[in-house]
């Protein structure tokens, strides 16, 4: 994941979390989000190969009306900075394993929330009947290898939708500051003389 990072201090954890993000398969991008929600269906495999099938939403976190972002310069190099433990995005349906997983940069906060759970097909005819049964085009579907996993595979999707269509008020920001920079960087050229 580019902009979102997560923080495990055990290795055997990081090889499944790398697995299941590039393992993680998208089958319908939405191309448009609406008022801060990012709706889903997430589907994997339970050991005995049939499907297990999550509905939900990644829905931007507010303060009454104002959204909250995350500032966080956080990573390996800065012990213990801002992060958030897996199990505050996702809630208890998580593998205990993953508990204490610290993810990073991840702006807007976005908890996500389940509203089905259910078992389905067989994992070869899931995704078929799922992009047939969920029509609406702007709910995202998304393939995870390891369906305890699912948050991982839902952070990696709304990891990819930043890239694709950033935050307005992101970019907003973003914007601003460099306009900032190239305007101190303009005064202070004008200020040089040989």
């Known amino acids: 994941m580019k902009h979102i990072g997560l923080k495990a201090s055990d290795r055997e954890l990081l090889k499944k979390v790398e697995q299941v993000t590039e393992e993680t398969v998208v089958h319908r991008r939405p191309f448009l989000v609406k008022h801060g929600v990012w709706p889903f269906v997430v589907f994997g495999p339970d050991t005995a190969g049939l499907s297990v099938i999550r509905v939900g939403a990644a829905e931007q976190a507010k303060i ?6 995350i500032a ?4 390996d190099h800065i012990p213990d900075s801002e992060s958030v433990p897996i199990e505050e ?3 208890s349906d998580i593998p205990e394993e993953l508990a204490g997983l610290k993810v990073f940069s ?10 089905t759970k259910k078992g ?11 992009l047939d049964f969920y029509t609406d085009k702007s709910t995202a579907i998304i393939e995870t290898p390891d369906e305890s996993y699912w ?20 970019e907003d920001f973003y914007s601003r500051i460099g306009q900032s920079a ?13």
């Open 120 to 130: 389905g097909p067989p994992i070869r005819d899931a995704a078929s009947e799922i």
């Open 151 to 170: 948050a991982l595979s839902v952070l990696k999707y709304l990891d990819d939708a930043d890239r694709f269509f950033p935050d307005p008020m992101l």
């Open 64 to 69: 009454k009306t104002a959204s909250v972002y």
């Open 89 to 91: 995005l996702a809630g």
């Open 106 to 115: 991840i702006s807007p906060l976005r908890p996500l929330s389940i509203t």
């Open 72 to 75: 966080t310069v956080g990573g």
């Open 182 to 194: 190239l305007r101190t960087r303009n005064a202070e050229g004008n200020n040089y003389r040989h």
